[in-house]
């Protein structure tokens, strides 16, 4: 059984780019926020 991560890359990718669009932010509720309204479809 080959394991493929190509969707948890993608996931980390996009996260990591969030995180530098919001350096200097000091609040953590609204990061987490940015993160969640990027990925819909995941509850």
Excluded at 23 to 28: A, M, P, S, T, V
């Amino acid at each position: 059984w080959r394991l493929n991560t190509s969707v948890l890359e993608g996931i980390n990718n996009r996260i990591k780019v969030i995180k530098r669009m919001a350096y200097g932010f000091r609040d953590d509720a609204y990061f987490f926020l940015k993160i969640r309204a990027a990925f819909p479809g995941i509850p």
